[in-house]
Protein backbone atom coordinates (compact mmCIF):
# COMPACT_ATOMS: atom_id res chain seq x y z
CA UNK A 1 0.00 0.00 0.00
CA UNK A 2 1.16 3.13 -0.53
CA UNK A 3 2.13 4.97 2.60
CA UNK A 4 2.70 8.55 1.38
CA UNK A 5 1.16 10.57 -0.95
CA UNK A 6 1.75 14.54 -2.35
CA UNK A 7 -0.02 16.86 -3.73
CA UNK A 8 -0.26 20.68 -4.74
CA UNK A 9 -2.70 23.18 -4.54
CA UNK A 10 -2.15 26.73 -6.18
CA UNK A 11 -3.35 29.39 -3.88
CA UNK A 12 -6.56 31.48 -4.88
CA UNK A 13 -7.26 35.12 -4.71
CA UNK A 14 -11.10 35.81 -4.72
CA UNK A 15 -11.72 39.47 -6.71
CA UNK A 16 -15.41 39.24 -6.03
CA UNK A 17 -18.53 37.54 -5.25
CA UNK A 18 -21.82 36.34 -4.56
CA UNK A 19 -22.91 34.31 -1.31
CA UNK A 20 -25.44 31.27 -2.58
CA UNK A 21 -25.99 29.32 1.06
CA UNK A 22 -27.52 25.99 1.15
CA UNK A 23 -28.24 24.93 4.80
CA UNK A 24 -29.91 21.64 3.51
CA UNK A 25 -27.03 20.46 1.18
CA UNK A 26 -23.41 22.14 1.61
CA UNK A 27 -22.16 20.43 -1.35
CA UNK A 28 -24.64 22.63 -3.33
CA UNK A 29 -23.65 26.04 -1.59
CA UNK A 30 -21.10 28.57 -2.51
CA UNK A 31 -20.51 31.65 -4.45
CA UNK A 32 -20.38 33.24 -8.30
CA UNK A 33 -17.65 35.41 -8.74
CA UNK A 34 -14.29 35.47 -10.42
CA UNK A 35 -10.62 35.06 -8.95
CA UNK A 36 -6.69 33.86 -9.85
CA UNK A 37 -5.29 31.12 -8.57
CA UNK A 38 -1.83 31.25 -8.23
CA UNK A 39 1.76 29.81 -8.14
CA UNK A 40 2.28 30.05 -4.52
CA UNK A 41 0.03 27.45 -2.66
CA UNK A 42 -0.06 24.86 -0.75
CA UNK A 43 2.17 21.75 -0.52
CA UNK A 44 -0.02 18.71 1.32
CA UNK A 45 1.65 15.42 2.09
CA UNK A 46 -0.23 12.77 3.92
CA UNK A 47 0.57 9.57 5.24
CA UNK A 48 -1.22 6.81 6.68
CA UNK A 49 -0.90 6.76 10.50
CA UNK A 50 -2.31 7.79 14.05
CA UNK A 51 -4.20 10.50 13.71
CA UNK A 52 -6.13 12.80 12.27
CA UNK A 53 -3.25 15.22 12.65
CA UNK A 54 -2.33 18.41 10.83
CA UNK A 55 0.68 20.18 10.67
CA UNK A 56 1.24 23.52 8.89
CA UNK A 57 4.53 24.64 7.88
CA UNK A 58 5.94 22.24 11.06
CA UNK A 59 3.40 24.02 13.67
CA UNK A 60 0.39 21.42 14.72
CA UNK A 61 -3.08 23.33 13.80
CA UNK A 62 -6.57 22.75 14.27
CA UNK A 63 -7.98 23.07 10.20
CA UNK A 64 -11.90 22.06 10.45
CA UNK A 65 -11.89 21.89 6.62
CA UNK A 66 -9.42 19.53 6.80
CA UNK A 67 -10.67 17.02 10.18
CA UNK A 68 -14.04 16.61 7.36
CA UNK A 69 -12.20 15.26 4.89
CA UNK A 70 -10.15 13.10 6.80
CA UNK A 71 -13.69 11.92 8.57
CA UNK A 72 -15.30 11.67 5.35
CA UNK A 73 -12.31 9.17 3.74
CA UNK A 74 -12.52 7.44 6.96
CA UNK A 75 -8.40 8.22 6.63
CA UNK A 76 -6.70 8.78 9.98
CA UNK A 77 -3.76 10.24 8.33
CA UNK A 78 -0.94 12.37 9.64
CA UNK A 79 -0.65 15.30 7.43
CA UNK A 80 1.88 17.79 6.76
CA UNK A 81 1.47 20.87 4.55
CA UNK A 82 3.83 23.88 3.72
CA UNK A 83 2.80 27.20 2.10
CA UNK A 84 4.47 30.38 1.68
CA UNK A 85 0.79 32.47 1.64
CA UNK A 86 -0.30 33.82 4.52
CA UNK A 87 -2.98 32.79 6.44
CA UNK A 88 -6.71 34.34 6.75
CA UNK A 89 -5.71 37.01 4.23
CA UNK A 90 -7.81 35.66 1.21
CA UNK A 91 -5.74 33.24 -0.60
CA UNK A 92 -7.48 30.18 -0.03
CA UNK A 93 -5.21 28.36 2.61
CA UNK A 94 -7.91 26.24 4.01
CA UNK A 95 -9.67 24.88 1.38
CA UNK A 96 -6.11 24.27 -0.46
CA UNK A 97 -5.41 21.90 2.73
CA UNK A 98 -8.90 20.43 2.43
CA UNK A 99 -8.59 19.38 -1.22
CA UNK A 100 -4.76 18.25 -0.60
CA UNK A 101 -5.98 16.71 1.79
CA UNK A 102 -8.51 14.70 0.15
CA UNK A 103 -6.79 14.30 -3.10
CA UNK A 104 -3.56 12.71 -1.39
CA UNK A 105 -5.46 10.75 1.87
CA UNK A 106 -7.71 9.17 -1.64
CA UNK A 107 -4.04 7.85 -2.88
CA UNK A 108 -2.62 6.77 0.38
CA UNK A 109 -5.65 4.97 1.70
CA UNK A 110 -6.61 3.96 -2.01
CA UNK A 111 -10.40 4.79 -1.59
CA UNK A 112 -10.76 4.43 -5.37
CA UNK A 113 -12.47 8.04 -5.38
CA UNK A 114 -13.38 10.15 -9.04
CA UNK A 115 -11.87 13.58 -9.25
CA UNK A 116 -15.25 15.14 -8.64
CA UNK A 117 -16.17 12.89 -5.89
CA UNK A 118 -12.71 14.60 -3.94
CA UNK A 119 -13.26 17.99 -4.85
CA UNK A 120 -17.07 17.75 -3.44
CA UNK A 121 -15.93 16.21 -0.27
CA UNK A 122 -12.86 18.85 0.08
CA UNK A 123 -15.45 21.84 -1.09
CA UNK A 124 -18.29 20.86 1.67
CA UNK A 125 -15.60 20.74 4.26
CA UNK A 126 -14.64 24.08 3.64
CA UNK A 127 -18.15 25.34 3.67
CA UNK A 128 -19.51 23.47 6.58
CA UNK A 129 -16.41 24.96 8.50
CA UNK A 130 -17.17 28.64 6.99
CA UNK A 131 -14.34 29.05 5.91
CA UNK A 132 -14.83 29.18 2.07
CA UNK A 133 -17.43 29.03 -0.47
CA UNK A 134 -15.73 29.27 -3.86
CA UNK A 135 -11.84 28.37 -3.19
CA UNK A 136 -11.72 24.85 -3.73
CA UNK A 137 -13.48 24.49 -6.91
CA UNK A 138 -11.50 27.01 -8.54
CA UNK A 139 -8.38 25.68 -6.81
CA UNK A 140 -9.44 22.37 -8.50
CA UNK A 141 -9.70 23.92 -12.02
CA UNK A 142 -6.90 26.54 -11.87
CA UNK A 143 -6.24 29.27 -14.57
CA UNK A 144 -8.53 32.45 -13.71
CA UNK A 145 -11.35 30.69 -12.42
CA UNK A 146 -14.95 32.31 -13.46
CA UNK A 147 -17.63 30.84 -11.06
CA UNK A 148 -20.89 30.56 -12.99
CA UNK A 149 -23.04 28.76 -10.45
CA UNK A 150 -22.22 27.84 -7.10
CA UNK A 151 -21.83 24.60 -5.82
CA UNK A 152 -19.69 21.65 -6.11
CA UNK A 153 -18.73 19.78 -9.24
CA UNK A 154 -22.04 18.39 -9.63
CA UNK A 155 -23.87 21.69 -9.73
CA UNK A 156 -21.63 24.62 -10.39
CA UNK A 157 -20.76 25.91 -13.87
CA UNK A 158 -17.01 27.02 -14.43
CA UNK A 159 -15.74 28.99 -17.11
CA UNK A 160 -12.19 30.91 -17.55
CA UNK A 161 -10.38 33.82 -18.55
CA UNK A 162 -8.23 33.03 -21.51
CA UNK A 163 -4.79 34.37 -19.84
CA UNK A 164 -1.84 34.40 -18.13
CA UNK A 165 0.09 36.92 -16.05
CA UNK A 166 2.33 37.68 -13.59
CA UNK A 167 1.15 38.85 -9.68
CA UNK A 168 1.57 40.83 -6.98
CA UNK A 169 0.51 40.78 -3.47
CA UNK A 170 0.87 42.79 0.04
CA UNK A 171 -1.00 41.67 3.09
CA UNK A 172 -1.41 43.48 5.87
CA UNK A 173 -3.76 41.45 8.05
CA UNK A 174 -6.63 39.11 8.55
CA UNK A 175 -10.39 39.17 8.17
CA UNK A 176 -12.75 36.91 9.12
CA UNK A 177 -13.95 35.01 6.31
CA UNK A 178 -16.87 33.58 8.74
CA UNK A 179 -17.60 37.18 10.83
CA UNK A 180 -18.21 38.43 6.54
CA UNK A 181 -20.35 35.85 5.84
CA UNK A 182 -22.30 35.22 8.77
CA UNK A 183 -23.26 38.85 8.67
CA UNK A 184 -26.22 40.26 5.79
CA UNK A 185 -24.81 39.43 2.53
CA UNK A 186 -27.35 41.40 0.41
CA UNK A 187 -25.12 44.09 -0.21
CA UNK A 188 -22.31 41.75 -1.26
CA UNK A 189 -24.37 39.63 -3.20
CA UNK A 190 -25.94 42.30 -5.18
CA UNK A 191 -22.23 44.19 -5.90
CA UNK A 192 -21.05 40.69 -6.76
CA UNK A 193 -23.21 39.89 -9.68
CA UNK A 194 -22.76 43.51 -11.51
CA UNK A 195 -19.12 42.55 -11.24
CA UNK A 196 -19.45 38.87 -12.90
CA UNK A 197 -21.92 40.30 -15.65
CA UNK A 198 -19.31 42.72 -16.55
CA UNK A 199 -16.14 40.11 -16.76
CA UNK A 200 -18.92 37.88 -18.21
CA UNK A 201 -19.59 39.71 -21.60
CA UNK A 202 -15.52 40.64 -21.18
CA UNK A 203 -13.73 38.09 -19.90
CA UNK A 204 -10.19 40.24 -19.66
CA UNK A 205 -7.85 40.23 -16.97
CA UNK A 206 -8.29 44.38 -17.38
CA UNK A 207 -11.98 44.04 -17.01
CA UNK A 208 -11.63 41.68 -13.84
CA UNK A 209 -9.55 44.04 -11.93
CA UNK A 210 -11.90 46.57 -12.70
CA UNK A 211 -14.95 44.71 -11.54
CA UNK A 212 -12.91 43.71 -8.55
CA UNK A 213 -12.47 47.02 -7.34
CA UNK A 214 -15.77 48.53 -7.90
CA UNK A 215 -17.06 45.49 -6.01
CA UNK A 216 -14.93 45.88 -3.24
CA UNK A 217 -16.02 49.87 -3.13
CA UNK A 218 -19.56 48.73 -3.40
CA UNK A 219 -19.62 45.90 -0.47
CA UNK A 220 -18.44 48.40 1.29
CA UNK A 221 -15.13 45.48 2.24
CA UNK A 222 -12.41 48.04 1.69
CA UNK A 223 -10.07 48.97 4.98
CA UNK A 224 -8.32 51.84 5.17
CA UNK A 225 -5.22 50.26 4.75
CA UNK A 226 -5.92 48.58 1.53
CA UNK A 227 -7.33 51.71 0.02
CA UNK A 228 -4.54 53.30 0.82
CA UNK A 229 -2.22 50.73 -1.21
CA UNK A 230 -4.80 50.01 -4.08
CA UNK A 231 -4.70 53.80 -4.40
CA UNK A 232 -0.94 54.02 -4.43
CA UNK A 233 -0.75 51.50 -7.35
CA UNK A 234 -3.37 53.22 -9.71
CA UNK A 235 -1.56 56.61 -9.06
CA UNK A 236 1.48 54.41 -10.46
CA UNK A 237 -0.62 53.52 -13.48
CA UNK A 238 -0.86 50.04 -12.08
CA UNK A 239 -3.97 48.03 -11.77
CA UNK A 240 -4.95 46.82 -7.89
CA UNK A 241 -7.54 45.58 -5.75
CA UNK A 242 -8.69 43.72 -2.76
CA UNK A 243 -8.31 39.90 -2.20
CA UNK A 244 -11.39 38.39 -0.23
CA UNK A 245 -11.29 37.74 2.45
CA UNK A 246 -8.01 39.25 3.65
CA UNK A 247 -6.88 42.54 4.23
CA UNK A 248 -4.45 42.28 0.95
CA UNK A 249 -4.14 43.84 -2.28
CA UNK A 250 -3.11 42.08 -5.44
CA UNK A 251 -1.88 43.63 -8.62
CA UNK A 252 -0.82 42.37 -12.19
CA UNK A 253 2.38 42.86 -13.43
CA UNK A 254 4.91 45.39 -11.40
CA UNK A 255 2.06 46.93 -10.30
CA UNK A 256 3.01 47.37 -6.15
CA UNK A 257 6.45 47.11 -7.32
CA UNK A 258 6.41 50.39 -9.54
CA UNK A 259 4.24 52.23 -6.46
CA UNK A 260 6.60 51.28 -4.22
CA UNK A 261 6.14 48.52 -2.06
CA UNK A 262 7.99 44.90 -1.85
CA UNK A 263 5.34 42.65 -2.67
CA UNK A 264 5.78 39.24 -2.57
CA UNK A 265 5.62 37.87 -6.18
CA UNK A 266 4.30 34.90 -8.59
CA UNK A 267 1.67 34.00 -11.01
CA UNK A 268 -1.04 32.66 -12.16
CA UNK A 269 -1.37 28.57 -12.21
CA UNK A 270 -2.16 27.08 -15.54
CA UNK A 271 -3.52 24.14 -13.93
CA UNK A 272 -5.41 23.05 -10.99
CA UNK A 273 -4.49 20.85 -7.79
CA UNK A 274 -2.39 17.71 -8.90
CA UNK A 275 -0.97 14.79 -7.14
CA UNK A 276 2.51 15.06 -6.98
CA UNK B 1 -1.66 44.81 -30.85
CA UNK B 2 -0.22 41.71 -29.28
CA UNK B 3 1.07 40.41 -32.45
CA UNK B 4 2.21 37.04 -31.80
CA UNK B 5 0.69 34.50 -29.26
CA UNK B 6 1.89 30.71 -28.24
CA UNK B 7 -0.43 28.11 -26.86
CA UNK B 8 0.65 24.64 -25.80
CA UNK B 9 -1.47 21.90 -25.93
CA UNK B 10 -1.38 17.97 -24.37
CA UNK B 11 -1.75 15.38 -27.11
CA UNK B 12 -4.55 13.05 -25.53
CA UNK B 13 -5.14 9.07 -26.36
CA UNK B 14 -8.55 8.24 -25.85
CA UNK B 15 -9.05 4.33 -24.38
CA UNK B 16 -12.45 3.47 -25.35
CA UNK B 17 -15.87 5.81 -26.49
CA UNK B 18 -18.92 5.79 -27.51
CA UNK B 19 -19.81 8.29 -30.24
CA UNK B 20 -22.73 10.58 -30.17
CA UNK B 21 -23.40 12.53 -33.28
CA UNK B 22 -25.66 15.42 -33.46
CA UNK B 23 -26.54 16.48 -37.16
CA UNK B 24 -27.95 19.73 -36.05
CA UNK B 25 -25.39 21.07 -33.47
CA UNK B 26 -21.71 20.19 -33.31
CA UNK B 27 -20.69 22.10 -30.42
CA UNK B 28 -23.90 19.10 -28.53
CA UNK B 29 -22.38 16.13 -30.72
CA UNK B 30 -19.48 14.40 -29.21
CA UNK B 31 -18.51 11.02 -26.66
CA UNK B 32 -18.51 9.58 -23.81
CA UNK B 33 -15.25 7.78 -22.71
CA UNK B 34 -12.03 8.22 -20.74
CA UNK B 35 -8.35 8.69 -21.81
CA UNK B 36 -5.16 10.12 -20.90
CA UNK B 37 -3.75 13.61 -21.60
CA UNK B 38 0.01 13.97 -22.33
CA UNK B 39 2.83 15.94 -22.20
CA UNK B 40 3.88 15.28 -25.66
CA UNK B 41 1.39 17.75 -27.41
CA UNK B 42 1.67 20.46 -29.70
CA UNK B 43 3.20 24.07 -29.63
CA UNK B 44 0.87 26.55 -31.91
CA UNK B 45 2.35 29.40 -32.48
CA UNK B 46 -0.21 32.39 -34.09
CA UNK B 47 0.14 35.39 -35.90
CA UNK B 48 -1.48 38.06 -37.46
CA UNK B 49 -0.98 37.83 -41.42
CA UNK B 50 -2.85 37.46 -44.59
CA UNK B 51 -3.57 34.04 -43.56
CA UNK B 52 -5.35 31.77 -43.18
CA UNK B 53 -1.80 29.54 -43.29
CA UNK B 54 -0.85 26.28 -41.38
CA UNK B 55 2.60 24.70 -41.19
CA UNK B 56 3.35 21.83 -38.85
CA UNK B 57 6.50 21.05 -38.21
CA UNK B 58 7.28 23.08 -41.19
CA UNK B 59 5.32 21.79 -43.78
CA UNK B 60 2.10 23.43 -45.26
CA UNK B 61 -0.65 21.45 -44.20
CA UNK B 62 -4.40 21.88 -44.48
CA UNK B 63 -6.24 21.26 -41.43
CA UNK B 64 -10.06 21.40 -42.02
CA UNK B 65 -10.65 22.13 -37.89
CA UNK B 66 -8.13 24.57 -37.83
CA UNK B 67 -9.56 26.47 -41.17
CA UNK B 68 -12.96 26.09 -39.47
CA UNK B 69 -11.98 27.48 -36.07
CA UNK B 70 -10.04 30.81 -38.09
CA UNK B 71 -12.96 31.51 -39.48
CA UNK B 72 -15.54 31.27 -36.63
CA UNK B 73 -12.66 33.96 -35.33
CA UNK B 74 -12.83 35.93 -38.67
CA UNK B 75 -8.76 35.89 -37.94
CA UNK B 76 -6.81 35.44 -40.92
CA UNK B 77 -4.25 34.05 -38.93
CA UNK B 78 -0.27 32.51 -40.14
CA UNK B 79 0.09 29.69 -37.78
CA UNK B 80 2.73 27.74 -36.94
CA UNK B 81 2.92 24.63 -35.04
CA UNK B 82 5.22 21.59 -33.61
CA UNK B 83 4.40 18.45 -32.56
CA UNK B 84 6.81 15.29 -31.71
CA UNK B 85 3.31 13.47 -32.21
CA UNK B 86 2.88 11.01 -34.83
CA UNK B 87 0.06 12.14 -37.25
CA UNK B 88 -3.48 10.18 -37.90
CA UNK B 89 -2.19 7.77 -34.90
CA UNK B 90 -5.33 8.83 -32.28
CA UNK B 91 -3.44 11.43 -30.06
CA UNK B 92 -5.62 14.25 -31.32
CA UNK B 93 -2.96 16.48 -33.10
CA UNK B 94 -6.03 18.01 -34.93
CA UNK B 95 -7.94 18.89 -31.93
CA UNK B 96 -5.14 20.09 -30.46
CA UNK B 97 -4.13 22.26 -33.76
CA UNK B 98 -7.68 23.78 -33.51
CA UNK B 99 -7.90 24.58 -29.62
CA UNK B 100 -4.73 26.22 -29.46
CA UNK B 101 -5.48 28.15 -32.61
CA UNK B 102 -8.58 29.36 -30.45
CA UNK B 103 -6.74 29.97 -27.49
CA UNK B 104 -3.83 31.90 -29.69
CA UNK B 105 -6.09 33.82 -32.21
CA UNK B 106 -8.34 34.86 -29.35
CA UNK B 107 -5.28 36.70 -27.71
CA UNK B 108 -3.33 37.72 -31.01
CA UNK B 109 -6.84 39.64 -32.44
CA UNK B 110 -8.42 40.28 -28.95
CA UNK B 111 -11.66 38.49 -29.70
CA UNK B 112 -12.29 38.50 -26.07
CA UNK B 113 -13.82 35.02 -25.41
CA UNK B 114 -14.04 33.20 -22.24
CA UNK B 115 -12.15 29.78 -22.43
CA UNK B 116 -15.36 27.62 -22.59
CA UNK B 117 -16.47 29.76 -25.88
CA UNK B 118 -12.77 29.28 -27.45
CA UNK B 119 -13.05 25.74 -26.25
CA UNK B 120 -17.06 25.08 -27.48
CA UNK B 121 -15.63 26.32 -31.29
CA UNK B 122 -12.73 24.52 -31.32
CA UNK B 123 -14.61 21.19 -30.60
CA UNK B 124 -17.62 22.16 -32.94
CA UNK B 125 -14.59 22.53 -35.35
CA UNK B 126 -12.97 19.17 -34.91
CA UNK B 127 -16.54 17.17 -35.06
CA UNK B 128 -17.94 18.93 -38.17
CA UNK B 129 -14.00 18.17 -39.51
CA UNK B 130 -14.96 14.77 -38.72
CA UNK B 131 -11.18 14.51 -37.07
CA UNK B 132 -12.63 13.87 -33.38
CA UNK B 133 -15.26 13.36 -30.79
CA UNK B 134 -13.74 14.32 -27.38
CA UNK B 135 -9.96 15.48 -27.45
CA UNK B 136 -10.91 18.99 -27.40
CA UNK B 137 -12.42 18.80 -24.37
CA UNK B 138 -10.36 16.93 -22.76
CA UNK B 139 -7.11 18.52 -24.16
CA UNK B 140 -9.08 21.81 -22.07
CA UNK B 141 -9.46 19.47 -19.26
CA UNK B 142 -5.84 17.94 -18.83
CA UNK B 143 -5.44 15.01 -16.71
CA UNK B 144 -7.01 11.61 -17.22
CA UNK B 145 -10.25 13.12 -18.29
CA UNK B 146 -13.93 10.95 -17.91
CA UNK B 147 -15.87 12.32 -20.72
CA UNK B 148 -19.77 11.60 -18.75
CA UNK B 149 -21.54 13.31 -21.11
CA UNK B 150 -20.77 14.03 -24.96
CA UNK B 151 -20.42 17.64 -26.17
CA UNK B 152 -18.71 20.75 -25.55
CA UNK B 153 -18.60 23.05 -21.97
CA UNK B 154 -21.78 23.92 -22.49
CA UNK B 155 -23.39 20.49 -22.33
CA UNK B 156 -20.82 17.95 -21.35
CA UNK B 157 -20.10 16.63 -17.34
CA UNK B 158 -16.25 15.48 -17.31
CA UNK B 159 -14.82 14.30 -14.16
CA UNK B 160 -11.31 12.42 -14.08
CA UNK B 161 -9.11 9.46 -12.69
CA UNK B 162 -7.01 11.47 -9.66
CA UNK B 163 -3.55 9.75 -11.17
CA UNK B 164 -0.16 10.76 -12.87
CA UNK B 165 1.72 8.15 -14.70
CA UNK B 166 4.80 7.51 -16.57
CA UNK B 167 3.09 6.94 -20.36
CA UNK B 168 5.13 4.67 -23.17
CA UNK B 169 3.73 4.86 -26.71
CA UNK B 170 4.66 2.77 -30.03
CA UNK B 171 2.64 3.89 -33.61
CA UNK B 172 2.97 1.35 -36.59
CA UNK B 173 0.28 3.13 -38.36
CA UNK B 174 -3.18 5.66 -38.79
CA UNK B 175 -6.40 4.80 -38.89
CA UNK B 176 -8.61 6.91 -40.27
CA UNK B 177 -11.19 8.49 -37.53
CA UNK B 178 -13.59 9.47 -40.11
CA UNK B 179 -13.70 6.56 -41.69
CA UNK B 180 -14.86 4.32 -38.63
CA UNK B 181 -16.80 6.58 -37.56
CA UNK B 182 -19.02 7.18 -40.40
CA UNK B 183 -19.67 3.34 -40.63
CA UNK B 184 -22.33 1.70 -37.85
CA UNK B 185 -20.86 2.59 -34.51
CA UNK B 186 -23.49 0.39 -32.36
CA UNK B 187 -20.85 -2.38 -31.63
CA UNK B 188 -18.33 0.41 -30.46
CA UNK B 189 -20.98 2.06 -28.79
CA UNK B 190 -22.14 -0.36 -26.69
CA UNK B 191 -18.71 -1.66 -25.65
CA UNK B 192 -17.43 1.68 -24.55
CA UNK B 193 -20.98 2.19 -22.37
CA UNK B 194 -19.75 -0.63 -20.54
CA UNK B 195 -16.60 0.47 -20.43
CA UNK B 196 -17.80 3.56 -18.82
CA UNK B 197 -19.68 1.87 -16.13
CA UNK B 198 -16.65 0.48 -14.96
CA UNK B 199 -14.13 3.11 -15.07
CA UNK B 200 -17.13 5.01 -13.22
CA UNK B 201 -17.15 2.68 -10.50
CA UNK B 202 -13.60 2.49 -10.01
CA UNK B 203 -11.54 5.83 -11.26
CA UNK B 204 -8.31 4.25 -11.46
CA UNK B 205 -5.65 3.87 -14.20
CA UNK B 206 -5.94 -0.41 -13.76
CA UNK B 207 -9.02 0.09 -14.46
CA UNK B 208 -8.79 2.10 -17.12
CA UNK B 209 -6.25 0.00 -18.74
CA UNK B 210 -8.27 -2.81 -18.52
CA UNK B 211 -11.52 -1.00 -20.04
CA UNK B 212 -9.46 -0.19 -22.67
CA UNK B 213 -8.35 -3.47 -23.51
CA UNK B 214 -11.94 -5.07 -23.32
CA UNK B 215 -13.14 -2.26 -25.28
CA UNK B 216 -10.47 -2.64 -28.18
CA UNK B 217 -11.70 -6.16 -28.57
CA UNK B 218 -15.31 -5.74 -28.36
CA UNK B 219 -15.34 -3.15 -31.02
CA UNK B 220 -13.53 -5.32 -33.02
CA UNK B 221 -11.05 -2.20 -33.64
CA UNK B 222 -7.85 -4.17 -33.04
CA UNK B 223 -5.45 -4.72 -35.92
CA UNK B 224 -3.04 -7.99 -35.74
CA UNK B 225 0.12 -5.71 -35.36
CA UNK B 226 -1.37 -3.90 -32.30
CA UNK B 227 -2.42 -7.60 -31.31
CA UNK B 228 0.85 -8.32 -31.02
CA UNK B 229 2.27 -5.39 -29.48
CA UNK B 230 -0.16 -5.33 -26.83
CA UNK B 231 0.08 -9.22 -25.70
CA UNK B 232 3.78 -9.25 -25.72
CA UNK B 233 3.24 -5.92 -22.84
CA UNK B 234 1.28 -8.40 -21.02
CA UNK B 235 3.96 -11.18 -21.11
CA UNK B 236 6.31 -8.97 -19.16
CA UNK B 237 3.64 -7.98 -16.92
CA UNK B 238 2.72 -4.68 -18.38
CA UNK B 239 -0.24 -3.04 -18.62
CA UNK B 240 -1.44 -2.08 -22.55
CA UNK B 241 -4.34 -0.70 -24.53
CA UNK B 242 -4.72 0.84 -28.00
CA UNK B 243 -5.19 4.06 -28.34
CA UNK B 244 -8.33 5.40 -30.38
CA UNK B 245 -8.12 6.06 -33.32
CA UNK B 246 -4.66 5.04 -34.39
CA UNK B 247 -2.41 2.06 -35.12
CA UNK B 248 -0.68 2.73 -31.46
CA UNK B 249 -0.41 1.01 -28.71
CA UNK B 250 0.46 3.14 -25.06
CA UNK B 251 1.55 1.56 -21.84
CA UNK B 252 2.02 2.96 -18.28
CA UNK B 253 5.46 3.16 -16.43
CA UNK B 254 7.74 0.86 -17.99
CA UNK B 255 5.45 -1.64 -20.00
CA UNK B 256 6.61 -1.25 -23.79
CA UNK B 257 10.38 -1.13 -22.62
CA UNK B 258 9.83 -4.44 -20.49
CA UNK B 259 8.93 -5.81 -23.38
CA UNK B 260 11.43 -4.76 -25.90
CA UNK B 261 10.56 -2.40 -27.95
CA UNK B 262 11.59 1.09 -27.89
CA UNK B 263 8.46 3.70 -27.31
CA UNK B 264 8.23 7.20 -26.96
CA UNK B 265 8.51 8.14 -23.72
CA UNK B 266 6.04 10.98 -21.48
CA UNK B 267 3.60 11.07 -19.19
CA UNK B 268 0.37 11.91 -17.92
CA UNK B 269 -0.32 15.57 -18.37
CA UNK B 270 -1.52 18.01 -14.98
CA UNK B 271 -3.03 20.68 -17.16
CA UNK B 272 -5.10 21.32 -20.02
CA UNK B 273 -4.33 23.41 -22.83
CA UNK B 274 -2.54 26.90 -21.87
CA UNK B 275 -1.44 30.03 -23.15
CA UNK B 276 2.30 30.46 -23.09
Not at 8 to 22: E, K, L, N, R, W
Amino acid sequence: MTEEARAFVPGHITGFFSAHPDDSDPTKAGSRGAGLTLTDGVEVTVQQGNGPSLTLNGDAVEVEAVDRVLDALSAPAVVAAETELPLGSGFGVSGALALGTALAANRVYRRQLSENELVTIAHGADVQAGSGLGDVVAQARGGVPIRLEPGGPQDNHLDGIPARARVEYVSMGELSTEDVLSGDTTLLSEAGKRALSRVVEEPTLASFVHASRRFAREAELLTPAVTEVVQDVLAADGQASMAMLGETVFAFGTGLSDAGYEPSVCATHPAGAMLK
